[in-house]
């Protein structure tokens, strides 16, 4: 039987990189964004040390670097959040199965404790099946064939009676292309 193939789709994470962190100055916040860097980064390290121990080929991306439509795999794994789940579902058709890794769960207590100094969610999770305190139970599931995918309803969007290719699995946005300009639509 030939090894699985897997995609691990990853959420870049580097504050160096942001302008608005050179923006950040209250010491409480920098050091809060540096903590679920790094807590997203080992999160990352931890799903990559699961997957060496694995009888699967995988290889990682970044979702950033993400361009053409995933294809030849056998599951993705994305680490991140929401986001970078639903970014994938717009490379992917409904033939692979996704599972979501949440790389930096919010911790409710942490929210409640800094509610009044900053905004202190971390990663939203919904769609996450996963954290790295189940993934290697959840991957062993999914590999042993005891978890199956769940469907999902996909939305198909038509323009002038075209189907567009596009992927979209709870989001679509719709804008004119010049963002100054007045947008006219009508939803059947």
């Excluded at 911790?107 to 800094?114: A, G, H, L, T």
């Excluded at 509610?115 to 189940?134: K, P, Y």
């Excluded at 996909?154 to 007045?182: E, F, G, M």
Aim: with cysteine; charged share 20%; aromatic share 6%.
């Amino acid at each position: 039987m030939p090894k699985k193939r897997l995609l691990l789709l990853l959420k870049p994470f580097d504050l160096r990189q942001t302008n608005a962190h050179s923006q950040i100055t209250n010491p409480q916040i920098l050091h809060h964004l540096e903590n679920r860097r790094k807590e997203h980064m080992n999160a990352i390290k931890f799903c990559q040390n699961i997957l060496q121990q694995k009888p699967v080929d995988w290889e990682p991306i970044l979702r950033n670097n993400l361009s053409q439509p995933i294809c030849n795999v056998d599951l993705v794994i994305t680490v991140g959040g929401d986001g970078t789940l639903l970014q994938a579902s717009h490379f992917m058709d409904d033939s692979i199965p996704v599972v979501g890794v949440n790389s930096d769960p919010t911790q409710i207590e942490e929210v409640e404790q800094f509610s009044n100094e900053f905004d202190a969610n971390r990663s939203t999770g919904h769609l996450c099946a996963a954290t790295v305190n189940n993934f290697q139970q959840v991957l062993d599931d999914i590999l042993e064939g005891r978890k199956v995918p769940s469907k999902l309803s996909r939305i198909s969007v038509h323009v002038k009676s075209q189907l567009l290719s596009t992927y979209a699995l709870n989001d679509i946005l719709i804008a004119h292309p010049c963002p100054a300009t007045l947008s006219r639509f009508s939803f059947k």
